[in-house]
């Protein structure tokens, strides 16, 4: 069972002990990953340089690639997550009409 939050205590910052250590990765100045955690989420935040046009569009298009591939993700859990919940009200559904009938 996971507990699910409305916001991530990353944005929250409610309680400053849950707050894990920020890593901070760089190649460059213009190329880095920084990685915000806490105990119940993680928030990657990714620099790519963009110095001239080519690097531009190879950029734009890696970044899609990867909100594709994030959407994708979630899209999956959605419906995991949808299915979970019929069978669950299926089996509450069943149970109550059976001391009915």
Do not use: Q
């Amino acid at each position: 069972i996971v507990e699910r939050h409305n916001i991530p205590e990353v944005e929250a910052c409610k309680m400053p002990k849950v707050i894990l250590m920020t890593l901070y990765i760089t190649r460059l100045p213009l190329e880095y990953v920084w990685i915000k955690s806490s105990i119940d989420s993680i928030r990657p935040i990714v620099k790519i340089k963009h110095e001239d046009d080519i690097e531009h569009i190879l950029a734009r298009g890696m970044t899609r690639v990867l909100n594709l591939r994030f959407m994708k993700y979630i899209n999956w859990e959605i419906s995991e997550m949808k299915l979970s919940l019929d069978t669950r009200a299926r089996i509450v559904a069943e149970s109550f009409l059976g001391h009915v009938v």
